[in-house]
């Protein structure tokens, strides 16, 4: 009888175990609240959820893998970043890493890969000379580029990051040669700069024109990668570096791993690689994730 009481509270209490770890981790998903500063993302994922682009398919993997049922909130990047500084447990969807980033914040598993932005040039410009390019024809310096071209400018996101490589020569841009836009208009408003001749280039990654605008841009633009620059990046979660931000990053990362061998992953990836820019590199490193 003894023996008998004893098998009944040992199973007892590991159900009570089990219970109880599954409403902790529960409760350390439903703790954070979750910001993006892409409207496509945050109208769709854990909404009316349609595939729509690799940073929007992948989320809503993610997110359905670590069961967070809450919408994620738009938000500008610098209020969510606000934010975040005065200690509030948030996590910003799809960020890529950058040392001011590292310093502040912790970041998940790469979550995403993108085939690294390209320059876009409107066709009825001169080509960029070739002393500016190198053996590959990327493009060596985006300073002597714009410096080349009278009152030229470059038409980017306001709060973007591009990577450390792209910031930091961004950075040494004069004033007059950047025109910035908040990021949730940026994919309209800079092609009606575009096609109003307000701006000479764009600074874009291949895949945002590709799903905005598939095979058919409305203007006539040529395109060139950058000297030194990877050839893809990844997109991350970021969170706030406090208690709930580091319990919410090791779930996170399970889900990530997890997705890693989920065909569906691969395929929110290929499905938006353009035919013309079927990139090996990128392919191969989802193939080498599956292989982990």
Not at 83 to 103: F, T, V, W, Y
Not at 109 to 120: D, E, I, V
Not at 122 to 137: A, V
Request: one cysteine or more; charged letters at 20%.
């Amino acid at each position: 009888m003894l023996k008998r009481r004893s098998f009944v509270f040992s199973v007892l209490a590991l159900c009570y175990t089990s219970v109880s770890g599954a409403q902790a981790e529960h409760s350390v998903v439903q703790d954070i609240i979750l910001h993006s500063d892409d409207v496509h993302l945050t109208s769709r994922v854990n909404e009316n959820f349609q595939p729509y682009s690799t940073s929007v398919d992948t989320a809503q993997l993610l997110l359905d893998s670590i069961g967070y049922k809450q919408p994620v909130l738009n938000i500008p990047l610098v209020r969510s970043f606000n934010q975040m500084d005065a200690g509030l447990s948030i996590c910003i969807m799809n960020k890529i890493k950058n040392p001011e980033r590292n310093n502040k914040y912790i970041f998940s598993l790469p979550l995403n890969f993108f085939q690294t932005q390209r320059l876009y040039q409107l066709s009825s410009l001169e080509p960029i000379g070739s002393e500016l390019l190198d053996e590959n024809g990327a493009i060596k310096s985006l300073k002597n580029v714009t410096e080349s071209y009278v009152d030229s400018a470059i038409v980017l996101p306001k709060t973007n990051s591009f990577g450390t490589r792209v910031d930091e020569e961004l950075a040494s841009l004069a004033r007059d040669k950047k025109v910035t836009l908040s990021n949730q208009t940026f994919y309209t408003r800079f092609m009606d700069l575009f096609s109003a001749g307000k701006a000479d280039f764009a600074l874009i990654f291949p895949a945002s024109i590709y799903t905005r605008f598939g095979k058919s841009m409305p203007v006539d633009v040529r395109s060139y990668p950058i000297s030194g620059n990877p050839r893809f990046v990844s997109g991350h979660i970021l969170c706030s570096d406090t208690h709930a931000g580091n319990e919410f990053i090791v779930r996170v990362n399970k889900g990530i791993e997890s997705l890693y061998q989920n065909p569906q992953y691969v395929k929110a990836h290929t499905d938006y690689l353009p035919s013309t820019m079927n990139d090996t590199l990128l392919l191969g490193a989802l193939s080498n994730l599956k292989r982990q």
